[in-house]
């Protein structure tokens, strides 16, 4: 058991660990590089501290148009793939949505507390619909960010780490926590988001206005986590530049070697200014070359190992019936309060 944190500066033990939860929906047959930094290296780097709670949000999934037998499969390549970003499921509940029902029981309560203009202004939505039409959309994708809330409050986390397109999305689930607790009496615990600059919003190569996205029409400038090491290091190296030739981070006016400047000081460890030093006096096309190795080569140990995990299904189905039934010892203990909160009559 690796040391959690120490408590005595904050007096009184606490009765339990802080908690953490997020969730990646597998709505692409792989993540990208953007998940990873914005999101997976912190999960894993957070198992320590915090009692952790990582899922796969398949009921999130439904919300657009899609097919069942491709959804169960992206269902086991994400779980595979979050054990082999680093989320240790003897540290961490790794479950899917569909496994805890309170998720969706809880849902419905929140939703009742829920503005209609409130969710209207949820921008992610509004960028959705605006793609497939109005009438196109489901009402599913409007109250997506209800259940998301539920997902996090349903576990009292503390902490949620994300992107910044996930930043929106925290603070509804901030207020209809806070608007339940006035209403109601305390109840849930009201959770932080927990963003990292400099990876919170990893760019499309093609597109450096653009986030990275697995719904992008062309993965020309995505990084999928299961791309060959050919094919990423292709990618990195046909990433579009700005015009001059100075690799220098400034990401108004050069978001393309700004976006680049960043993935290369996530994945080094190393700051952007030893980076810019490094190559100063060097064409864009030396470090496009170094960091298309450096990329070439994470993938690519990345994509072997998920590999590994995806031939062993019955492990996967293992670690999640385990990840689940942890998650649902804590989710229906909440929902018990919130039931009780809410004024329902308890079955005896
Ligand atoms: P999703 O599935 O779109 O993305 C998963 C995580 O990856 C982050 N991310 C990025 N970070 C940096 N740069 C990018 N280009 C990039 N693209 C994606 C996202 O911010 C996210 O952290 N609604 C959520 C899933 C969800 C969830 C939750 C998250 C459902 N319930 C409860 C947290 C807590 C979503 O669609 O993320």
Excluded at 42 to 68: G, K, R, S
Excluded at 219 to 246: C, F, I, P, W, Y
Aim: charge should be negative.
């Amino acid at each position: 058991m690796r040391r959690r944190r120490d408590w005595h500066n904050a007096g009184m033990p606490p009765e339990r660990l802080p908690r953490v939860l997020s969730g990646a929906q597998p709505t692409a047959d792989s993540y990208h590089l953007g998940n990873y930094f914005g999101a997976f290296r912190q999960w894993a780097a957070l198992q320590d501290d915090f009692e952790a709670f990582y899922f796969i949000p398949d009921l999130h999934a439904i919300t657009v148009e899609y097919d069942p037998v491709v959804l169960r499969e992206r269902t086991y390549i994400a779980a595979a793939q979050m054990i082999a970003a680093g989320v240790d499921p003897a540290r961490s509940a790794l479950f899917v949505q569909s496994h805890v029902p309170e998720h969706t029981q809880l849902a419905w309560v929140l939703g009742g507390v829920t503005g209609f203009g409130e969710a209207s202004r949820m921008t992610q939505f509004k960028d959705k619909s605006q793609k497939s039409g109005a009438d196109s959309s489901s009402v599913g994708l409007f109250t997506y960010p209800i259940l998301m809330a539920a997902d996090i409050l349903i576990y009292q986390a503390d902490r949620v780490p994300v992107g910044e397109d996930q930043r929106q999305h925290v603070e509804l689930t901030r207020n209809l926590a806070q608007r339940f607790n006035h209403r109601f009496g305390e109840t849930f615990t009201v959770p932080e988001a927990h963003i990292v600059k400099a990876t919170a919003k990893i760019y499309d190569l093609q597109d450096p206005t653009a986030k990275m996205s697995g719904s992008a029409a062309t993965h020309a400038g995505v990084v999928d986590l299961t791309d060959t090491r050919n094919q990423a290091m292709k990618k990195v190296r046909s990433a579009v530049t700005d015009s001059g030739a100075e690799v220098h981070f400034d990401p108004v006016v050069k978001p393309g070697i700004s976006n680049l400047l960043s993935i290369y000081s996530a994945l080094t460890d190393r700051t952007v200014e030893s980076i810019e030093k490094e190559y100063e006096g060097l064409q864009y096309g030396h470090f496009k070359v170094a960091l298309g190795d450096l990329v070439a080569d994470f993938v690519g140990t990345f994509g072997d190992r998920t590999r590994e995990l995806l031939d062993d299904r019955g492990e996967l189905d293992r670690i999640l019936a385990d990840g689940a039934e942890k998650a649902r010892a804590v989710a229906s203990v909440t929902l018990e309060l919130v039931y009780e909160r809410s004024g329902f009559v308890r079955h005896v």
